[in-house]
């Protein structure tokens, strides 16, 4: 893919063990390590827009180093990498190819990019514990599925399961206490308030509130992928559906707390007009934990006390 030198700023496709970096003429490889990272931030000039993609976690050495060193970093997923790439007809798929497109990308849209801000250490914490806890709710629901109906080994699998609910529980534990340690008490408590969110519910929501700034309810929404896409064209309406943006685990704890809240005088009126609409469960309890966040957002916002009160 040929770019111009006119480019500003640099692209950076993100790998395990190499990282492929674009200035505007040349490609350049470098090791993912902070010896490599170190040496190859200090040949740049001062405050550089970057484009870097989002990988796991494999990008946070390069990010953390960039940003102490004065430079602004544009967070791209992977997803909008790969929209991107066919937006605009590229069809060669290479971590070099890559580290151009970011640049373009950057190029193209950085007036409606927000630099990416490192978050409270507090956060990080909670986000990371988030994650894996994630890890262990997909793992051992995918070993459910896998290791069903095999009696022989039925005690050996009980045990293994126990061992993640284990694991779970204490993530879970470690979640509260590093709210309680944080300073952000008083929103978790807040939080508590709404009706269908219990304390692991309210960490991530505290979590993910604190994670950025949102200037109003529905980008705090849009951050935690609950926002719908929307496909209209003429006469042609496609079928809405969640944009998916975002840690999945948060998604899933908002929606356990919908269902339980559907149950309450709170939300149930709100759930069964949504059902008599025509929206499946699923669809509806959706729905009721986008009202759930909405109403965590404006609390923890405003710093008020919830008055209960009809959805």
């Excluded at 580290?99 to 990416?116: K, V």
């Excluded at 694991?167 to 269908?196: F, H, M, P, W």
């Excluded at 496909?231 to 707390?257: C, D, M, Q, V, W």
Aim: aromatic fraction near 8%.
């Amino acid at each position: 893919m040929t770019m111009h030198s006119t480019l500003e700023g640099l692209g950076v496709d993100v790998a395990k063990e190499w990282l492929d970096i674009f200035n505007g003429c040349v490609v350049v490889r470098i090791d993912n390590t902070a010896k490599a990272i170190r040496a190859y931030l200090k040949s740049l000039a001062s405050n550089m827009p970057i484009a870097v993609e989002a990988t796991n976690s494999y990008h946070e050495e390069f990010v953390h180093l960039a940003l102490a060193t004065g430079h602004t970093i544009y967070l791209v997923d992977a997803c909008k990498v790969a929209r991107y790439r066919e937006a605009v007809g590229v069809r060669i798929k290479t971590d070099g190819a890559d580290a151009q497109l970011l640049l373009r990308y950057l190029n193209a849209e950085i007036a409606h990019l927000r630099p990416y801000q490192l978050p409270p250490k507090a956060v990080k914490r909670m986000m990371t514990l988030l994650r894996a806890r994630a890890k262990l709710t997909h793992s051992k629901a995918a070993l459910k599925l896998s290791l069903a109906g095999i009696g022989e080994i039925a005690q050996t699998r009980n045990a293994l399961f126990a061992r993640f609910d284990h694991a779970i529980a204490v993530i879970d534990k470690k979640l509260v206490e590093c709210v309680k340690q944080s300073g952000y008490i008083d929103d978790y408590n807040r939080c508590l308030t709404i009706n269908g969110v219990g304390p692991l519910n309210a960490a991530a929501l505290v979590a993910f509130y604190h994670r950025g700034e949102f200037s109003k309810a529905d980008s705090f929404v849009s951050f935690m992928g609950l926002d719908v896409r929307v496909k209209e064209s003429g006469r042609y309406r496609g079928k809405r559906k969640l944009t998916k943006k975002g840690n999945p685990e948060i998604r899933r704890l908002l929606f356990n707390a919908a269902r339980v809240g559907a149950r309450t005088e709170q939300w149930k009126p709100y759930y069964d007009a949504l059902r008599e609409r025509g929206l499946t469960t699923t669809a509806a309890a959706v729905a009721v934990s986008r009202k759930i966040a909405k109403l965590a957002f404006a609390l923890m916002r405003d710093q008020t006390e919830y008055q209960p009160r009809m959805a």
